[in-house]
């Protein structure tokens, strides 16, 4: 099975049926790939880090984004736009889908992180 696939499965045996929030789910778990250069489950990483929105959702803090931020990007990039879209991916892949936020809301956000960074 597909390893965003297994993190759906999860989401939908929590709330019983595919909805909104489940996409904002896949979309969280793609922005932590992006941000981190990782898979979602890589069974090759240490114990605790092969689930990373487990290992992301453990880190919480922007202030340890230099530990989770894609190290091919060599610190080019703007430490605020990276720590919002962090702190944005965090809020789609909760466990509690009534926490996570609209559709509206995601691009509402990266909107905004985007227009100051441009």
């Known amino acids: 099975m597909p390893p965003l696939l297994i993190l759906l499965v999860k989401d939908i ?3 019983g049926h595919l909805t909104m ?7 969280g778990v793609v922005l932590v790939e ?3 250069g990782r898979r ?3 069974r090759n990483m240490p114990t605790g880090q092969e689930n990373l929105v487990e290992w992301a959702s453990r880190i919480k803090s922007t202030r340890k984004l230099d530990k989770i931020m894609d190290p091919r990007l060599e610190h080019n990039y703007p430490i605020k736009g990276a720590s ?3 702190a944005l991916a965090l809020r789609c892949v909760s466990n509690k889908p009534k926490d996570r936020p609209s559709s509206e809301e995601v691009l509402q956000s990266l909107e905004r992180i985007y227009a ?3």
């Open 13 to 15: 045996m929590f709330t």
């Open 21 to 27: 929030k489940c996409d904002i789910y896949s979309l």
């Open 34 to 36: 992006s941000i981190t």
């Open 40 to 42: 979602a489950m890589d």
């Open 84 to 86: 919002e879209c962090f």
């Open 116 to 118: 100051l960074h441009k």
